[in-house]
Structure formats: C-alpha cells, structure tokens
C-alpha cells in the first residue's frame, strides 16, 4: 500500500472516529437530559390498597406505568401499597404529617370532606376528568357528592356496587350427602338441610358465619336503619324490630341443633373453614364472577344461592372512593392521572395486573381473556392482587381466565338493576352525636358477636342490650339521623324522595 493511501486511510479512520466520538457524545448527551428531565418532572404520591405485603414486582410495575404516563401528564407517579388491615390506621398517621400525599383511596371519604381534609373537585373534574365523566352514570358520581355544599369530594371506582345476599356451599359436601339446595327459598328453608347434612355425618359444621346477611340498609352504623323493603324513609330501631328478633331466634335454634358453629374462640376468615370438610356453608355478599373468584382462593367447588334480592346502598357503593387531599402540592396532576385509570387501557391493566409475558399472558386475544403463565400461581406471582374493584374504571381492564367474557357488562347489569335503598346517596354526619356513636359502638362489640353465633339466651341477653344502648343514646343517634335524611331528601331527586 503506498504511502499516499495509508494517509488517506488514516484520515478516514480518524474522521470514522470523530464521528462516532461525536454520535455518542450526542446519546449520552440525549439521555443526560431525559434523565434530567424525569427528575424535574411533578412526583404524584398515592397511597392504594393490596391484599397482602407480597408485591414484590410492584416498583417494576410502577416503572413501567411511568414509562407510558410521562408523555401523557408530564408526570410520574410513586404507590405505597398498604394491606387492608393496616391501611385506615397508616393513611391517618399520613394526613396528620408533613409527608406528601396526592391522591389515596378512602372508604371514610365522606369523614374526611366533613373534617375539611379533602379538595373540591368539581372544576379539576371540569378540566382534567373527561374520562371519569363518560365511565361514571351521574346517579353513581353522587356517592362522593355533598348535596348541600354542592361538592365532588371523591370519585367511585368502577366495581360492583350492590349486595346480592345468600348463602355460599360447598359443592362437593351436598353432592356427597345428596342435599338439593334447589329447594331453598328462605331463610327458614335452610333447617332442614341443616338436620339432614347433620344426621348424615355428624362431624360436620353446616354454618360457619352469620353476620353478614344483613337485609337493610345501615346508613352507616345501624343505629337506625331502612329495611330493604321499606315502603318510606321512616327509620327503625335495628335491635327492636321484629325482623332482628326473628332472626336472633333461627340463629339461637340452629346453634342449641349443633347446626351453627360459634368461631368466636377460633376466630377465622370464610374461606379458612371452607378449606376444611368439616364445613359446609357461610353467608355472604355475591356479586357476578363470585364462585370463580372464591374456588381460585379456596380452592375447593362452592355454589352459591341467593337469599334476597339485589339490594344497592350508599355503604355498599362507596367503598372505594378516590381523594385529593387537601395537603396535596399536584392537584391538578393527581386528577390527570386518576383520570387515566378511568379512560385508557394500558394504565387500567398495568395497574391491576401488572407487565404483560411475567404477571399475565393473553389467553384469548380476540375476547380480552388472560391468566397466569405456565408454572406462576398467585402465591408465586410477583404481582397478583387482583383488586380491579380498587382501581378505577376497571371495566376497560382485561378479562381473567374462568370468568364469563361479559363479567364486565353483567356487573353493570348487576349495579343497575339492583333495587335501589330510598337512602341511596344519603350520608350521615355523626359529629353532632359522635358520644352517643361510639358509646353504642362499645355496646355493639360486646354483644353482637355472641348474638350472631345463637349463644345467648335471647330472653335473658336481649333485653339487656337492648337497655344498654337506650342508655347509650341510640335513640338521640336515630332522631338526629331521620332529622338529616329529611333533610336530604328535600334536595334530592325526586326518585330519591321516599314517597
């Protein structure tokens, strides 16, 4: 090679190398400022429920909701995801600090707004919300609605917002003991498949829980209720009625027949009984997709009967409330990322199921149909806590595998059709009675458990409770709330009126 040529291929080299010194100076200039860029940006601090501490993916997750979302809002989000147990308590500790706080799912919303610890929303829903707008009927908006200042104080997620009251079994156990469950209509049906599962093997416990069938509306508390076909909005004393006493005696029957078994000493969840072949039903609150849900945790075959009719509440609706605190220093944020989880898919399905290939896979593309991939469960999943109900518009979310494709549109069928409580969207201020609540709540705690495991003698005991929260002020507590639920219902629409 000549020595004119080896000049002009170290020229080229050199300038081959400039270039490339200069291209990577360039991307390393680029991402210095992304980098720099994402770290100016406003971080929105939410705190959201789980179902237990095992979230082990949860940053990865956020992460990647980041990636998509900076575009978006110019923004970032960090969660803090609390256990159901410890949530209420750690939330408070919280609003009382100086620690930054943006956005927080709340089932005391309403306490909140009254405390003056909540923002108005109305014209951030106005501005930022469209999405919230268009996924929620104005008849479920008003669950976060103060009807006198005329504030938007929380938003409800999309979930199943009534109560279908039964009684969930266990498959197998009447198949093997032949008990048609058919047959049953009433309350009342249920002693005779009580006797006969109990004469067949008498190891068996046919009733584990009894206190959540509850035919009424609380309206908050149950110092002093609406029955669920009350034909007005006059209040009743719960524990003096004759629908509570009537029930107290099948409760007390069943317990003196060995039908019903009082876990106060061991106590335990539902489903830790169902596990067992020691027991065969418990009463709870359905909802479509239920057994699906139940048999994945349980583990075992469960049906499920239904006792009363669909009922929809303000407690049973407004469980899951979104909240701007007042202390937030991205309020305007907060709401632009809140309004994607009720308007785009991708944060829907990132936020409850978490990244695509590790969490889920796509079983079914065309149906929207997902499910673990092979050999991950939900115990070895970094990311599994099914908790669409705590997210916001879970409706645009992905269907999980054994449910029905329309578990979507059959849970809105569900909330819509549900026979509405006169009282539904009625909150009740306590503040004004806040002794005389807690003082029965004391009183409550004390007697009810034994009342709902038929332990008492009903003539010795009942009387006595019923005494002791005459005394507590049980009956300044339902004056003052018949006193506001007129009130409402003077504001109210006209479907609500109790007339």
Known sequence: MSKKSLILKAIFLCTILSLCTGCNSKLQEKHTASKSSESTLPIITIYAYCNDNSLRDADTVVAAINEYIRPLIQAQITVEFMPFGSYRSQLDQILDSDDPLDLFLSSKAFDLHREGLTVPMNSLLEKYGGGILEALEPEYRQLGHDMVSGDYYGIPTCFDYATRLGIEYRKDIAEKYHIDMSKIHTLNDLTDVFHNLKQADPQIHPLISASAYHPWDSLGDNFGVLMQDAPDTQLVNLYESEEYLEYLLLLRSWYQNGYLYDKTANPGSDAYYLRSDEYFAAFVSAKPGYLVQE?????????????????????????????????????????????????????????????????????????????????????????????????????????????????????????????????????????????????????????????????YDLEEVLPVFQDALRKAGIETIIKEKQRQLDAWRLLSYPKNSGS
């Open 295 to 455: 048999e994945r945790y349980i583990g075992k075959p469960l049906d499920f009967l239904p006792l009363a009719e669909d009922f929809i509440t303000t407690d049973s609706a407004s469980k899951f409330l979104w909240v701007i605190p007042e202390k937030s220093r991205y309020k305007e944020k907060a709401m632009q990322f809140l309004n994607l989880l009720y308007q785009d898919p991708v944060v829907i399905n990132l936020w409850i199921y978490g990244l695509e290939g590790i969490h889920y896979v796509i079983k079914d593309q065309e149906k929207g149909i997902i499910g673990f991939p092979d050999e991950i469960n939900y115990a070895t999943s970094g990311f599994a806590p099914f908790m669409g109900f705590a997210c916001g518009n879970q409706y645009l979310s992905y269907v999980w595998e054994g449910n029905s494709e329309s578990i979507w549109s059959e849970t809105q069928s569900f909330n819509d059709q549900a026979q509405r409580s006169r009282a539904f969207g009625f909150h009740f201020d306590s503040s004004s009675v806040i002794n005389e609540v807690n003082a029965c709540k004391i009183i409550l705690a004390q007697y009810e458990p034994g009342f709902m495991a038929g332990v």
